[in-house]
């Protein structure tokens, strides 16, 4: 693992998400930001997905089940090489192919359409269940928020899972602790997620969603069990690497001014 990389890789994504947001003058930083790292490193380090090999039936899939993140998994496709940057500065723009959601029928690199919490995680058991059916080798990850897991449809789509012994799958919580409206155990409380996990049948890792080398631990293969689907619970900050921005509810759904930019990309270097 190059882990200089993938620090430097880091400033330049959350670089990338703060431009699309300002130009955008609407979007979601908080939860962008705070997922962020996780992509990178599974897009740079950990997944079988590339431009080249985008067609073959035996790549790895990625799902991010909290769809208003959009402007992470935009910032990470491009520097990929899915398509040219210049689209960024076209973020929900009319007429434009990067929306407020992901479109799987008009982005390169999108798997699967999300907007609608629980949705995602519902597709990616679908075509992790299909992968196994056709005995391809390929592992499907899906991303979800943690204000996400108070949708009935997740723990369906979890409870299937298991049921049909999805070890080609890993879920993977971004556990920022807030929600649009406040704390998440405010709101509606979602604790203790490790437990409830267990309970429905999943293999649980926790780890540091910012930490490089906890990371690469926790999605080592050495983890996966067999028959089981995984979940990697990542503990993460809301709004990270920006200072006025970091554990700020307020910042969920809101784009800076310019004068917010400047400050945010002069912390991001």
């Known amino acids: 693992m ?19 947001l300002y130009e955008s003058k609407s979007g979601h930083p908080g939860g962008s930001l705070s997922c962020i790292d996780i992509m990178n490193y599974l897009y740079f380090e950990k997944m079988n ?16 089940s909290k769809g208003h993140a959009a402007p992470a998994l935009y910032s990470t496709l491009a520097e990929k090489g899915f398509f040219n940057k210049e689209e960024l500065t076209k973020l929900r723009k009319l ?35 299909g992968l196994k059916m056709d005995n391809r080798k390929g592992k499907v990850y899906v991303l979800l ?3 996400e897991l108070q949708e009935g449809l ?8 298991a049921h049909y012994k999805l070890d080609n799958l890993v879920a993977i919580i971004d556990n920022n602790g807030l929600q649009i409206d406040g704390k998440n155990e405010e709101v509606m409380n979602i604790y203790p997620l490790k ?14 969603g910012h930490d490089y080398a906890a990371l690469h631990e926790a999605f080592d293969e050495k983890n996966i069990v067999e028959g ?7 503990k993460t900050v809301k709004g990270k690497g920006v200072s006025f921005m970091e554990n700020q509810a307020g910042w969920h759904g809101q784009a800076p001014n310019l004068q917010q930019k400047e400050q945010a990309l002069s912390e991001l270097v």
């Open 2 to 20: 190059d882990k200089q990389f993938l620090v430097q890789n880091s400033k330049t994504l959350r670089k990338h998400i703060i431009e699309m």
């Open 228 to 234: 089981k689907p995984t979940l990697v619970i990542c």
């Open 95 to 129: 007429g434009a192919m990067l929306q407020g959601h992901p479109d799987s029928k008009r982005i390169p690199g999108v798997d699967v359409s999300t907007g609608s919490l629980g949705q995602g995680i519902s597709n990616a058991v679908g075509v992790a269940l």
């Open 154 to 161: 997740v723990w369906e789509a979890s409870m299937c899972a």
């Open 195 to 208: 437990e409830k996990w267990k309970s429905f049948g999943f293999n649980v890792i926790e780890c540091d």
């Open 145 to 147: 928020g943690d204000g």
């Open 49 to 64: 997905i590339t431009k080249d090999n985008y067609n073959s039936f035996d790549r790895d899939r990625f799902v991010l």
